[in-house]
């Protein structure tokens, strides 16, 4: 004891100084690869978005699409439904998501799934116009079984505006599963209703594979 | 003259103050600092750091406030484009906007109208759609129905796109205007 009272070496110093620079290292440094780790997810996650609001894009782009310029293009055998295709765009070539890429639609939004590394990414996007996640005939076997129309111009639906509205709303609660590696097709469709005002139609954008 | 002699001593002062202070620090070995030179870069490297991360932070969160209005102008604009063509704004014998069709929709009247304008579009996306004159004299806001009153209010979040129009007032008078889509931040966005 006396000697090491008297010891003026300062080891001890310099062995608390080491030691606390190591113990400070590996912390900077783990702080570090979290962090670095950190913007590998938030990458991810802006991938999965961008795929989203992408997808959202075509399908509002659909929607927008004159009505004027198709029926002519209908009328002249020119018209051609749009499609989409995950894995034809850069966004999905360029991402680490490959085929594990879940795609959801409803008749309110898209949604992507994509587990990475044992962690779930998502990303939700609303479409601006209304949206049903099935097919043309799909759609008018539903209207026919509940109307007893198609729905067509030749066979408008002949019921209350707002009890159609309300139906259609109740289908696109479905959700319908999609396959990145596949063509979707986004078809714009027209809903002819005739009710005591007067004729009038639903504008809505079919999506499925 | 006192001035700057005054100045000129308190320089050479200065200068000597200086010159000792280098000299004696760079003939000193007692070592004070040596051990702990580790420590203090070690503490710089960590506030470096801090800063670091305080500064990407900040930055993600002003990003976050923006992304509504960076992701959501693409949709104004697009619903603008679609609006200006919209055959329930034009008249029957042009492909103008109407300013009697505007009276109809923005009037007290036109709800039945106003239902069936924005049928076409999901409930997801909140906006309001403002056409104007370009000289100002004429105004029209066409709004849902079924929107809360306090969606609308003017201090909320929102974008606005906006696209020209040629509007009709009457058979033998067409003014430039402008047709504008404000969108408004709801739950979903």
Redesign the interface.
């Known amino acids: 004891m006396k000697d090491f009272a008297r010891d003026d070496s300062a080891w001890a110093d310099f062995l608390i100084s080491k030691a606390a620079l190591i113990l400070a290292s590996i912390i900077l440094f783990a702080a570090l690869f979290h962090l670095v780790a950190g913007f590998e997810d938030l990458e991810a996650q802006e991938q999965l978005d961008s795929l989203a609001r992408d997808f959202k894009n075509a399908v509002d782009e659909t929607g927008a699409r004159n009505f004027q310029e198709e029926s002519q293009q209908e009328f002249q055998g020119e018209f051609q439904e749009s499609s989409y295709c995950f894995e034809e765009k850069e966004l999905f070539r360029d991402s680490p998501f490959g085929g594990d890429l879940k795609i959801r639609v409803s008749g309110e939004y898209v949604y992507l799934e994509i587990e990475a590394d044992g962690k779930s990414f998502s990303a939700v996007r609303p479409f601006a116009f209304r949206v049903l996640p099935f097919n043309e005939s799909v759609l008018q076997e539903n209207l026919r079984i509940r109307f007893g129309a198609e729905g067509s111009r030749e066979s408008p639906i002949i019921a209350d505006y707002r009890e159609v509205e309300a139906f259609l709303q109740v289908l696109g609660t479905k959700e319908a599963v999609l396959n990145p590696g596949k063509n979707i097709s986004l078809n714009k469709e027209l809903i002819y209703v005739k009710d005591q005002e007067g004729a009038s139609a639903f504008v809505y954008i079919l999506i499925f594979q | 003259m006192f001035i700057s002699l005054f100045f000129s001593s308190l320089l050479e002062a200065v200068k000597k103050f200086v010159k000792t202070v280098c000299t004696s620090m760079f003939r000193d070995e007692r070592g004070v600092l040596e ?2 030179a ?2 203090l870069s ?1 503490a710089l ?2 506030i470096g ?1 801090m800063v670091l ?1 305080a500064l ?1 932070s900040q930055t ?1 969160l002003g990003y976050e406030d923006r992304s509504f209005a960076l ?1 959501n102008y ?2 104004a604009s ?2 603008a ?2 609006l200006a ?1 919209a ?1 329930a704004l034009k008249a029957e014998t042009s492909s103008l906007l109407s300013a009697a069709a505007l009276d109809e929709l923005s009037g007290p009247e036109g709800i ?1 109208e106003r239902e ?1 304008f924005f ?4 409930g ?2 909140l906006f309001l759609v403002e056409i104007r004159t370009g000289d100002g004299q004429w105004h029209w806001r066409i709004e849902p129905d079924n929107a809360e009153p306090e969606s609308l209010m003017e201090g909320l979040e929102k974008v606005a796109a906006s696209v020209p129009v040629v509007i009709e007032l009457n058979p033998a008078e067409s003014v430039p205007g402008i047709l504008t889509v404000v969108l408004y931040k709801t739950a ?2």
């Open positions: 051990p702990h580790d420590l070690v490297a960590v750091f991360a990407m993600y992701e693409e949709s697009l619903l484009k679609n063509e055959p039945r069936r049928a076409a579009f999901s997801n996306y979903w966005k």
